[in-house]
T-cell receptor, first 114, second 110 residues
């Protein structure tokens, strides 16, 4: 199983809503990532979890709140988002640094904030 | 600050042409250089390079890394319309950080 599964595939939410994005992998990867990608731009790193602990936060606003409940799951909780937060949110996973491997990406959640 | 730069940013070629995409990086605690192809949704993995001078090949695609010059190239020979995509280069650090360049948008016209 070399898949990273993201749900939902599409999400429309109002600026006062609270929603969560989910990501799951069963490859035994201990590094997991959230990226944000706007149209015609490369993926922009938001968070990295290593061994279920937040290791990198790229100065992301607090309205985005990541959570890693176990080694297979990664969530991104959303609250009070702005229309400019509309983007494709990508989850990825990889082996932890001691084993040099590529990062595998999920298909993304297309988020629209209205 | 970690940085990955790609050139050209966009490229239009005819089917059958050979293209070379460039990637340079300044990444602290560098571990590997990754190439991805992105069409409509998620980036799909092409190559991972960790050692200088060793060419990785997959069909019509090949890539090589120069760790002294902090540079990598991705070659595509005999291009096809299905090669049209954004090609992303990324540097991976020893802290599991993966930093992407801006991408090269390749259009292959019949």
């Amino acid at each position: 199983d070399t898949e990273v599964t993201q749900t939902p595939k599409h999400l429309v939410m109002g600026m006062t809503n609270k929603k969560s994005l989910k990501c799951e992998q069963h490859m035994g990867h201990r590094a997991m990532y959230w990226y944000k990608q706007k149209a015609k731009k490369p993926p922009e790193l938001m968070f990295v979890y290593s061994y279920e602990k937040l290791s990198i936060n790229e100065s992301v606003p607090s309205r985005f709140s990541p959570e890693c409940p176990n080694s297979s799951l990664l969530n991104l909780h959303l609250h009070a988002l702005q229309p400019e937060d509309s983007a494709l949110y990508l989850c990825a996973s990889s082996q932890i640094d001691r084993v040099v491997t590529e990062a595998f990406f999920g298909q993304g959640t297309r988020l629209t904030v209205v | 600050e970690d940085k990955v730069v790609q050139s050209p940013l966009s490229l239009v070629v005819h089917e059958g042409d050979t293209v070379t995409l460039n990637c340079s990086y300044e990444v602290t605690n560098f571990r590997s250089l990754l190439w991805y192809k992105q069409e409509k949704k998620a980036p799909t993995f092409l190559f991972m390079l960790t050692s200088s001078g060793i060419e990785k090949k997959s069909g019509r695609l090949s890539s090589i890394l120069d760790k002294k010059e902090l540079f990598s190239i991705l070659n595509i020979t005999a291009t096809q319309t299905g090669d049209s995509a954004v090609y992303l280069c990324a540097g991976k650090t020893s802290y599991d950080k993966v930093i992407f360049g801006p991408g090269t948008s390749l259009s292959v016209i019949p």
